[in-house]
């Protein structure tokens, strides 16, 4: 049930609110993310890169956000 | 040709269509800074480093990056699957990892599980396949067994990569029979993967035939990273001379190098 202008989402296993109506893309800069440096997951679905500034998020949506850290 | 520029010459390798001149493959995790691990890479000689994928600081954005440090234009980075058990979880960590980098060369390894870090040969299998499917271009971390690594690469593995010990081991090769056996048979580039803890186990490893070595604790934990690097770049090299230009038979008993003939 959505009682709001906002939404509630899942990132990286948090619990979030953000606005309606906002993409992946604005997301990850309210996140204080670069979009072009981390690959997004919705949902267990790859969003490519180049989609992120188009799709909007919706209610109930679970995003992994990753990028590429020291390892063997 | 002169003697030095034939043993300077052309001694490249190459993996899926991608060639490289240095054979050692260097991790960037264990390192106290990421300066140290830039530094370490660079006295290595590394054209390949493997990273891992992991979900971003959401609480502190702003820290610095390894790409920050570590020029993913300068240096092929190879993304792993550290740290997943199933095949389901190394292949949503490599989708992830393609989708960040851009790049369909990858390391795989499904673990067994977290005492010995030995690989699971099904899930890995498993994993090879789908990957393959979907147009992965997979370097495969894997068993010291030659059946296991050649159903690998029937399955699309471009690289077959046995450990010589226990991953972060430092024990170096406890294997050599069976790492040599997986040189002569194998189609693709076989290289150690784990198990490496200073430069003669490198050394050992380009003696056996290896295409290349892979390692991360024995330069990240060594008193001095940076020299181990370069250490180990030395090792890598003097081995695969050695084994170019092949070594001596063994004997039981001794030889004498100076002339029996003409002795006083």
Redesign the interface.
């Known amino acids: 049930m959505v009682y709001d202008d906002t939404l509630s989402i899942t990132?990286?296993?948090?619990h979030r609110r953000v606005l309606k109506g906002i993409t992946i893309a604005d997301l990850a800069l309210e996140?204080?993310?670069e979009p072009t440096?981390?690959?997004?997951?919705r949902n267990?679905e790859?969003?490519?890169?180049s989609t992120l500034g188009q799709t909007k998020i919706d209610d109930g949506d679970d995003f992994?956000?990753?990028?590429?850290?020291?390892?063997? | 040709m002169n003697v030095l520029s034939k043993i300077a010459g052309e001694d490249s390798w190459s993996v899926a269509g991608r060639t490289f001149s240095s054979r050692l493959i260097v991790?960037?995790?264990?390192?106290k800074s990421?300066e140290q691990?830039a530094a370490a890479v660079e006295a290595s000689g590394a054209e390949i480093v493997?990273?891992?994928?992991?979900?971003?600081n959401?609480a502190d954005?702003?820290q610095p990056?390894?790409?920050d440090f570590i020029d993913?234009k300068r240096y092929t980075?190879l993304?792993?699957t550290?740290g997943c058990f199933t095949a389901e979880d190394a292949i949503?960590t490599l989708?992830?990892?393609?989708?960040?980098?851009g790049w369909n060369l990858v390391k795989l390894e499904v673990l067994g599980e977290a005492k010995t870090l030995y690989p699971d040969m099904i899930e890995t299998l498993r994993a090879t396949e789908v990957l393959a499917k979907e147009g992965f271009e997979p370097m495969v971390y894997c068993a010291d067994d030659p059946i296991a690594a050649k159903k690998l690469e029937d399955a699309g593995a471009v690289a077959i990569m046995p450990l010589g010990a226990p991953?972060?081991s430092g024990l170096g090769l406890q294997n050599q029979v069976m790492i040599r056996i997986m040189v002569e048979n194998a189609r693709v580039p076989v290289l150690v993967d784990a198990g490496v803890g200073t430069a003669s186990d490198a050394a050992v490893a380009m003696e056996l035939g290896c295409d290349g070595v892979l390692?991360?604790?024995a330069i990240a934990e060594a008193k001095d990273p940076v020299l181990m690097a370069r250490a180990m770049k030395a090792a890598v090299e003097a081995g695969r001379l050695a084994y170019r230009a092949g070594r001596m038979g063994k004997r039981r008993y001794a030889d004498p190098s100076s002339p029996l003939a003409g002795l006083i």
């Open positions: 990132v990286n296993g948090q996140l204080g993310l440096r981390v690959a997004v997951e267990l790859i969003v490519p890169r992994e956000i990753v990028t590429f850290v020291g390892g063997g | 991790g960037t995790g264990k390192y990421f691990n493997t990273v891992a994928v992991r979900r971003v959401i954005p702003k990056m390894l790409t993913p980075y993304p792993n550290a949503r989708r992830l990892a393609r989708e960040a980098g991953i972060g390692m991360n604790t």
